[in-house]
């Protein structure tokens, strides 16, 4: 007999064809950004602070890749603001990137502009933050990408997911610190306390409590015993690195800036300003008698003042005897440990599977060399400057302390009117060679000024991070915006362009969005400039950017219309 099919079963296939396309495709996430005046209460003291949506931290965006994101965001309080989507590619979006003059002119009080990106080729855990001056300080939140549908972790499939935000609380107004900085020129104030979810914790003189049963200025992570936690750990304070740990238990790194990496165990991890790592927690298989804290402080190698204080959140289990409960700290290495630095930093590895793989530029057509670091700048005439011997501190990369323009170097490129915006002279080599990591130069004073590196599309470049002693050694968190990079080498001392290239790894070296240059030493970078537009690196430690580390790309237009920069949004604002 002749079988013939059923008429409702070819119905139901082509109605899962159609979802399975849908699905593949993507769907729109649309959010709404109000930017608001919040009173909080931290450290017995009650500020006015920036949230977004009355939060703090902010809300957290979710999304699947490959889905297409829509941001409102409005403003309402009085400062300018603009809102950067830190790690995410903006595959020619670069309009919606958010730095303040480099993509747009921030949004003004009263206004609104609307972020539209699509999340190509990623996963994981990135952030969000303000973008202009230091309101990035409360103005931060959460990006989680999850895989496409059907598409499994590349690691144990997690119990629960929880997202800790690590932060750092001012009881000053950050706007006036960086404006009294900058005029006297010496170093700004510090922060008075670490937070992990907006929360210092327990061990801070002034808590509102500091009985754990109930402490209200701490945060609480309740976990269930012999279960697999995935953590997606941000570093959004503003001017540290930190050391995280967990007191009593082994964390796994799976992922580093949303790029999966080969797992391997660790005690404490080190997580500079702007990155992010998940970890696989795995709880005692019984309640203990004990309470477990979460703990961060700073990893810090400058010669100046920092904020040596102990954030702690607390690890809950259910039902635990609170008489028999006794606190157990991690212990942190010590406040300079570089050489744990390095050790952490180098077990990083890609997975460079067939799924995931690392695709390095084997090859390299453009080179270059940039030396970074704090240095000086003339005092102005008649002025009295707190920076060292009367002068101004100021950073540099290649001794050019980028000054931002007054319009957006985006739309100064697209419309052709970089005169009196930009010039196209960023130097690929320092200007003179010195003993980088040793004796500093007589002349420590930079050149302030607007330059930009030009590459045409698809250039494969190499960039080597050198670390100067100008003004003390120091790390240095390098974020490159529009792009991933490969960390193929790094080492300490000067970098050796004849004996260190042939160490590179081109297998499976980490890839990146936010990098350390090491203290006292170099780092070596790998992108492809393969997204059209203008893209900001800089150093994601405040202050230095605040001073001038920092510098621009411009990636010029391929020759096919999909390699081209669309024009901008009708609502981008105005300066």
């Known amino acids: 007999m002749e079988m013939r099919p059923n008429i409702s079963t070819f119905l139901v296939v082509i109605f899962a064809i159609i979802i399975l396309s849908k699905l593949a495709e993507g769907t729109t996430r649309h959010y709404k950004f109000d930017i608001k005046l919040k009173n909080v209460t931290r450290l017995c003291k009650t500020k006015s602070i920036l949230t977004v949506n009355g939060k703090f931290p902010g809300p957290r ?78 103005i931060y939140g959460a990006i989680v990408i999850l895989p496409k549908p059907r598409v499994p972790y590349p690691f144990e499939k997690p119990y629960k997911e929880v997202t800790l935000l690590l932060g750092e609380w001012f009881n000053a107004d950050t706007e006036a610190i960086i404006s009294q900085a900058l005029q006297t020129g010496g170093p700004p104030n510090i922060s008075d306390a670490f937070t992990i979810n907006g929360f210092p914790g327990l061990l801070y003189n002034c808590s509102s409590s500091t009985n754990t049963s109930n402490p209200s200025d701490t945060y609480k992570l309740k976990v269930e015993p012999g279960k697999t936690y995935l953590l997606r750990v941000i570093n959004a304070a503003l001017n540290d690195e930190l050391f995280f740990s967990i007191a009593g238990h082994t964390l796994t790194i799976v992922e580093a800036d949303a790029n999966y990496v080969k797992p391997f165990d660790a005690n404490t991890i080190v997580i500079s300003p702007g990155q992010t790592t998940n970890l696989l927690l795995r709880t005692k298989s019984s309640t203990p008698n004990s309470t477990f804290l979460i703990a961060i402080r700073s990893y810090n190698t400058g010669l100046g003042a920092f904020d040596n204080t102990t954030a702690s959140a607390i690890l809950e289990y259910p039902n635990t005897n609170q008489a028999l409960t006794f606190l157990i700290i991690p212990p942190l290495p010590a406040l300079n440990n570089t050489l744990f630095v390095t050790n952490f930093t180098t077990q990083l590895r890609s997975l460079a599977s067939n799924q995931y793989p690392a695709n390095i530029p084997t090859t390299v057509d453009r080179r270059f060399f940039f030396t970074v670091g704090l240095g000086t700048s003339p005092c102005p005439n008649n002025g ?75 250039t494969s470049v190499e960039v080597v991070l050198q670390d100067t002693s100008i003004q003390g050694i120091e790390s240095h968190p390098l974020h490159l915006h529009g792009f991933n990079f490969f960390v193929v080498g790094q080492g300490s001392g000067n970098y050796d362009p004849m004996r260190d290239p042939p160490k590179f790894n081109l297998k499976d070296p980490v890839e990146r969005n936010t990098f350390g240059v090491p203290s006292g030493g170099w780092v070596a970078l790998r992108f492809l400039a393969d997204n059209p537009g203008v893209w900001f690196m800089h150093c994601h430690i405040e202050v230095h950017m605040s001073w001038g580390l920092r510098m621009a790309w411009i990636v010029l237009d391929g020759e096919l219309q999909n390699q081209k920069l669309p024009p901008p949004p009708l609502d981008l604002p105005k300066c």
């Open 61 to 138: 965006l979710v999304a699947r890749e490959g889905d297409r994101v829509v941001i409102n965001v409005v403003n309402h309080v009085k400062n300018n603001v603009s809102i950067h989507w830190h790690g995410v590619r903006q595959l020619r979006s670069g309009w919606a990137d958010g730095p303040s003059y480099i993509t747009q002119c921030p949004i003004q009080t009263g206004e609104s502009y609307v972020y539209n990106f699509t999340i190509v080729g990623q996963r994981g855990t990135l952030l969000w933050h303000a973008h202009i001056s230091w309101l990035r300080v409360t």
């Open 384 to 458: 009295t400057c707190q920076g060292p011997n009367g002068t101004k501190f100021a950073a540099s990369v290649n001794n050019v302390s980028f000054a931002l323009p007054s319009t957006a170097l985006l739309q100064a490129y697209f419309f052709r009117r970089s005169e009196k915006v930009y010039t196209t002279d960023f130097p690929a080599n320092p200007p003179f060679v010195f003993n980088y990591t040793g004796a500093p130069p007589n002349n420590t004073f930079v050149v302030n000024a607007t330059k930009v590196e030009v590459l045409k599309f698809n």
